[in-house]
């Protein structure tokens, strides 16, 4: 199966609502409408320092996608990119979705030569985190939150 990794564009939004909502559901969430709206509405804008989102497809049919952000950092001249949300399909899982979605962040990232990208996940998912292990390096920060 040929996959094709594109930007978000106004006319995905729902495949992309699809599969943030599939998303969610792994993560034992919700989100109000008004959230799907607006964060749609960021992702398609093509502002700059807005959030960007990615889509896998596979054969013409969307099976995963990504939202990613470039922010400033006190610690660099350049930004860093800040990946939030990554998911594949269920059954496009082990077809390399995952990685062509985070190696196009990377790619992202070094056109706008920010030269750190970083996401987070939970402990304990495993799947996830088998590939984490392959592409990045885990870091020994521990996430506080109010």
């Known amino acids: 199966m040929a996959l094709a990794i594109r930007p978000l564009t106004a006319t995905d939004e729902s495949e992309w609502r699809r599969l943030w909502t599939a998303y969610l559901v792994f993560y034992e969430t919700t989100v109000a409408e008004q959230v799907y709206q607006t964060t749609f509405a960021r992702l398609s804008s093509e502002a700059p320092n807005e959030y ?4 896998a497809e596979q054969d013409g049919r969307a099976v995963g996608l990504v939202h990613y952000l470039f922010h400033r950092h006190c610690w660099r ?10 998911y594949a399909d ?14 196009a962040v990377y790619a992202a990232a070094d056109g706008e030569g920010s030269p750190s990208v970083y996401w987070m996940t939970q402990e304990g998912n495993a799947t996830a985190r088998r590939l ?3 592409i990045g390096t885990a870091t020994p920060f521990i996430k506080y939150q109010r």
């Open 52 to 55: 960007r989102g990615l889509l």
């Open 90 to 103: 269920p059954h496009a899982r082990g077809s390399g979705v995952g990685r062509a979605l985070i190696e």
């Open 132 to 134: 984490y292990d392959r």
């Open 77 to 86: 001249i350049e930004n860093v990119c800040y990946l939030q949300d990554l």
